[in-house]
């Protein structure tokens, strides 16, 4: 099999939806761009499928595509993949579970039920989501990089 290409146009249908336009000219509706590595790698490798699934194209790296180009496919990004990241957590109704979040995000404030300890992951050092009841993810990138107060909250937690 061989590679898909990586000469291709983006364009957007009248209702939003990605369109990619293949080195032969052939039109791929309701395309959708995918991660590789969304945690570990967020800029590395990734693919734009077609609405069954099959690679259309694959990215190396989003900095080698046309300003243009990236631009639609950070959209299409942003559009599929909802991962807040948690930067302090303002305070904790409990800290027995559940509990209800007080927080900060790049999103905004944000309000959310923790089910219980296990709702926190590890991944890495310093690297951690949190599901809220609702099974929306929060990303912790930098456990150190927070504020005192949101580490010592935490703390109480893991």
């Given at each position: 099999?061989?590679?898909?290409?990586?000469?291709?146009?983006?364009?957007?249908?009248?209702?939003?939806?990605?369109?990619?336009?293949?080195?032969?000219?052939?039109?791929?509706?309701?395309?959708?761009?995918?991660?590789?590595?969304?945690?570990?790698?967020p800029?590395?490798?990734?693919?734009?499928?077609?609405?069954?699934?099959?690679?259309?194209?694959?990215?190396?790296?989003?900095?080698?595509?046309?300003p243009?180009?990236?631009?639609?496919?950070?959209?299409?990004?942003?559009?599929?993949?909802?991962?807040?990241?948690?930067?302090?957590?303002?305070?904790?109704?409990?800290?027995?579970?559940?509990?209800?979040w007080?927080?900060?995000?790049?999103?905004?404030?944000?309000r959310?039920?923790?089910?219980?300890?296990?709702?926190?992951?590890?991944?890495?050092?310093?690297?951690?989501?949190?599901?809220?009841?609702?099974?929306?993810?929060?990303?912790?990138?930098?456990?150190?990089?927070?504020?005192?107060?949101?580490?010592?909250?935490?703390?109480?937690?893991?």
């Amino acid at each position: 099999m061989s590679a898909p290409n990586t000469v291709f146009d983006l364009q957007r249908d009248a209702f939003g939806r990605l369109i990619l336009i293949d080195a032969e000219g052939q039109r791929h509706e309701g395309v959708v761009a995918v991660r590789a590595f969304p945690i570990a790698a967020p800029d590395e490798g990734v693919s734009l499928v077609d609405g069954d699934g099959h690679e259309l194209a694959w990215i190396e790296r989003l900095s080698a595509l046309a300003p243009a180009q990236r631009e639609q496919v950070e959209q299409a990004l942003e559009q599929r993949e909802f991962m807040p990241v948690l930067q302090r957590l303002i305070g904790v109704s409990s800290f027995g579970t559940p509990s209800t979040w007080d927080v900060q995000t790049d999103r905004g404030a944000a309000r959310f039920v923790l089910k219980g300890e296990e709702d926190i992951r590890r991944l890495g050092p310093g690297l951690l989501f949190v599901n809220d009841a609702h099974g929306v993810q929060y990303l912790i990138r930098d456990l150190q990089a927070m504020d005192k107060h949101s580490r010592k909250l935490l703390d109480r937690f893991l």
